[in-house]
């Protein structure tokens, strides 16, 4: 399989490499000083604070290439329409694997309706100059995957392909026929997350707020409330019917963990402060538009 990431980031740099020590031909898009960074060192990994950093000689890209079997897309919200806009003229199926939560068709009036997959990467981690700093495997992590699905939630021959794809190169991934539905879910939880996150200075210092976490989780319930069609995956359901009180609790315990700590949270930039307006625009819009 001939593949591009596109997104040269914590995520796409960890695809990047499962899929090149696999053995895939693959290809990993970057710009500026990331692009030169993957070209003098290669990809380079670190488990979380760890000392040992591995090199993995992943090719690189500036541009596209005239076609590929699959292209997947780890960028933020905010950065979407600039990619879009580079791969119209690319053949090869898309897989955006990233926070959206205005829809497939958005993607497909660009590229061609019939390219488009949607999926979520639940790998994390952060940047550490050209270090990828990927957050440390466990029991629960392990058996959290990746969800990939045709945006009318059929099990396409491609679907199957993909998963299986993924599945040999160690990466978790499974076949989510309400995609859509999951992201705008994921949505409504990750923005009153990352923006109280982001407003206190980390996950830890917004851990030691209850009242702060109060609030987020009161913004949570609205955005899963006016949400158009129930909760994906159902889990997230237990964030309207479980006591207040449990639920601070839980996700104090959440923001002072590795999980949180080792991941985007912690990542102060203004570009996830663009990615999370974004994405407040993207989960107003099916409410304004009644």
């Not at 031909?25 to 979380?48: I, M, N, Y």
């Amino acid at each position: 399989m001939k593949l591009l990431v596109y997104g040269a980031g914590v995520c796409g740099s960890l695809f990047a490499a499962h899929m090149h020590e696999a053995g895939h031909d693959v290809s990993l898009l970057a710009r500026s000083e990331r692009l030169t960074a993957l070209r003098r060192h290669g990809v380079r990994l670190a488990e979380e604070d760890g000392p040992d950093v591995k090199r993995v000689p992943v090719p690189v890209v500036e541009h596209p290439d005239s076609g590929y079997d699959l292209i997947t897309v780890f960028v933020r919200t905010h950065q979407v329409d600039a990619v879009l806009e580079s791969l119209a003229g690319v053949q090869g199926d898309v897989l955006f694997l990233l926070n959206w939560a205005a829809g497939p068709e958005t993607l497909g009036a660009v590229i061609g309706h019939d390219r488009v997959l949607l999926g979520f990467p639940t790998t994390g981690g952060t940047m550490d100059g050209d270090v990828v700093r990927y957050r440390k495997s466990d029991f629960i992590t392990r058996r959290v995957a990746t969800p990939i699905g045709e945006p009318d939630g059929r099990t396409t021959p491609r679907l199957v392909r993909i998963v299986e794809t993924f599945r040999t190169a160690g990466i978790n991934a499974k076949a989510e026929p309400q995609m859509d539905a999951w992201l705008r879910t994921h949505a409504a939880f990750e923005v009153p997350l990352g923006q109280a996150v982001y407003a206190a200075g980390g996950p830890v210092v917004l851990a030691d707020d209850p009242d702060a976490v109060r609030g987020m989780l009161h913004l949570m319930r609205r955005n899963l409330t006016a949400l158009e069609t129930p909760p994906v995956p159902r889990a997230f359901a237990a964030l309207r019917a479980l006591p207040q009180g449990l639920l601070v609790a839980l996700l104090r315990r959440f923001l002072k963990s590795p999980t949180a700590v080792h991941s985007g949270l912690n990542d102060p930039s203004p570009a996830t402060a663009a990615e999370l307006e974004r994405l407040t625009e993207q989960l107003r819009a099916p409410a304004e538009a009644r």
